[in-house]
């Protein structure tokens, strides 16, 4: 086997992410749900992505669970590898996007690597150091009050500081304009100044090439996935990549489909108001509830009842007020796990009685669901919306896939990923 680009993701959705942008810029790729087992075969591919659990970890737990991926990928023969966290920075003062970046940089014995999470195409852009979501910077966005990782700063350098012992530079806009070469040379100045970190300025895709094109040769690039659509074209100038995109795959599989959403954010709050009760037969769960095994077994009796003739929705979609109440009176923690549970759950059962095709939004219930059904890598295919694929299992029953982040995603986004259904 000789992979190109071995990558670890810090959670499943945005794993998925990363492996869209790879696939759309002719790689083909697999991605894994956590460490891949002693028995796991890994298909003739371009790319892997390893997704590991461990945004919110403790970091020294992070930081061993992502060298562990790192060792599995140095066997498969990777060329070049990538840390891929989200695009909004999504850390603590601890981490833990500094501490896997640095630990990983040590195992490969680089002597520095690129911190660059924008991704223009879904609004995220860092100009003169600072993060912005949308037309604000961080700390003006909704992540501020984020109830695991509220992102109070957009400085990137501010926020990497506290997290690592090397130093941290900065590569401005101005320099990112001019090209690849201007930006090697900012690089290696930095790199003759013992600079380990460096926050790269970006706007646009053209500036990611950019970036992408200046770091062909560097063990290690960390960011958003954005920043990868400049890495498959090193690999064709290398004539390691075939310069032809292979074909996209698209679901061909037969059997009902199945909506999971434990997200509560706008956008998939909006996305399950533009489904029709025509079209869906739509249960909402009742976190409440969630711990009463009759209540469950309700839910699972009323959509076993349905399945088949229309497409399944359970979801937990409430306004924020409502969100607000629920985590007061159960935990934080405890009403994520109940709703993950009932998901995943509900996604065995309804697996068991021939649903072939899975749509899930939220990274924790993604992780939660691709879990229950037992998924342990999946092939990615054809686009949905930028950055949420179709993707194809590669167990011995065989499942559609569309794992999405809350926030990603247009009004129509349920209906559009139905609509590529066989």
Not at 204 to 219: F, I, K, P, S, V
């Amino acid at each position: 086997m000789n992979v190109l680009l071995g990558c670890i993701a810090d959670d499943f959705t945005g794993g998925t992410d990363l492996a869209d942008t790879l696939v759309r810029n002719g790689m083909r790729t697999i991605q894994t749900n956590g460490m891949p087992s002693t028995g796991f075969v890994l298909p003739e591919t371009d790319a892997v992505v390893v997704s590991v659990k461990c945004r919110s970890i403790d970091p020294g737990e992070a930081v061993r669970l992502c060298r562990e991926a790192l060792v599995w990928l140095r066997k498969q023969g990777c060329r070049q590898f990538f840390w891929k966290y989200c695009s909004t920075f999504d850390s603590t003062p601890k981490g833990n996007i500094g501490p896997v970046a640095e630990a990983l940089l040590n195992d490969l014995e680089a002597p520095s690597t690129l911190v660059c999470p924008a991704f223009p195409v879904n609004k995220r852009t860092v100009y003169k150091g600072r993060l912005f979501v949308g037309d604000v910077p961080l700390d003006e966005s909704s992540m501020r009050l984020h109830p695991i990782t509220p992102m109070t700063d957009a400085s990137l350098e501010r926020l990497l500081l506290p997290q690592v012992t090397g130093k941290v530079g900065h590569v401005f806009w101005g320099t990112v304009r001019q090209g690849s070469e201007a930006v090697r040379e900012a690089l290696d100045e930095l790199e003759k100044q013992g600079v380990r970190f460096v926050v790269a300025d970006a706007l646009e895709d053209e500036n990611l090439r950019t970036l992408g094109r200046a770091c062909m040769h560097a063990a290690l690039i960390t960011g958003g996935s954005g920043i990868a659509i400049g890495l498959p074209d090193n690999f064709r100038q290398q004539g390691l990549l075939a310069a032809e995109f292979p074909a996209v795959l698209v679901p061909e599989l037969a059997g009902p489909a199945v909506i999971l959403s434990g997200s509560c954010s706008d956008a998939t709050l909006s996305q399950l108001a533009a489904l029709s009760s025509n079209n869906c037969f739509m249960r909402q769960l009742d976190p409440f509830r969630l711990e009463s095994e009759e209540y469950l077994a309700d839910i699972q009796s009323w959509a076993l009842e349905r399945l088949g003739s229309r497409p399944i929705v359970i979801h937990a979609g409430a306004e924020a007020s409502v969100v607000s109440t629920v985590q007061e009176k159960l935990g934080k923690e405890r009403s994520g796990q109940l709703i993950e549970s009932a998901l995943g759950r509900c996604a065995a059962i309804l697996r068991d009685a021939g649903a072939r095709h899975f749509i899930v939004a939220g990274g924790e219930s993604s992780g939660a669901v691709v879990q229950s059904l037992g998924v342990t890598g999946m092939r990615i295919g054809s686009q949905i919306a930028p950055g949420v694929p179709w993707t194809f299992s590669l167990d011995k029953t065989p499942l559609s896939l569309a794992l999405k982040s809350g926030n990603f995603g247009g009004p129509d986004f349920f209906n559009a990923a139905l609509a590529m259904l066989p």
